[in-house]
């Protein structure tokens, strides 16, 4: 694992949140992907928090995409938050962006 990645998790209400910190590079994505298959049981959503993510390399984001196992946890069960949710995301996952607020 990369010395500037970690995975923080936790399950509430029946979902997971997941929220990695770091650069996000082809070893962070094997080591999210084997949190996400250890720790999803089958039942809720999960959650993937990407604010806390400083760069994306996309070599990283295709190791996600690729190797998750749909099987165990099908992508319409990803919810990423954040803009860097749109380059993560496998197809068939939903990303809610946020948006600044305006006064």
């Known amino acids: 694992m990369s010395i500037n990645f970690q ?3 936790k399950k509430s209400n ?3 949140h997941v929220n990695p910190r770091g650069d996000f590079d082809g070893s962070a994505a094997w080591e999210l992907i084997k949190v996400l298959h ?3 049981d ?3 959503q999960v959650y993937i928090e990407t ?3 400083r760069e994306l390399c996309p070599f990283g984001c295709s190791t996600f ?3 998750l196992n749909r099987k165990h946890l099908p992508a319409d069960r ?3 938050k954040g803009e860097k949710g749109v380059d993560m995301a496998p197809k068939g996952s939903n ?3 946020s948006f600044p607020k305006h006064r």
């Open 42 to 44: 089958g039942r809720g």
């Open 14 to 16: 029946g979902n997971q």
């Open 51 to 53: 604010s806390n993510l």
């Open 78 to 80: 990803l919810i990423f």
């Open 95 to 97: 990303v809610i962006e």
């Open 7 to 9: 995975v923080e998790f």
């Open 38 to 40: 250890e720790q999803y």
């Open 65 to 67: 995409q690729c190797g």
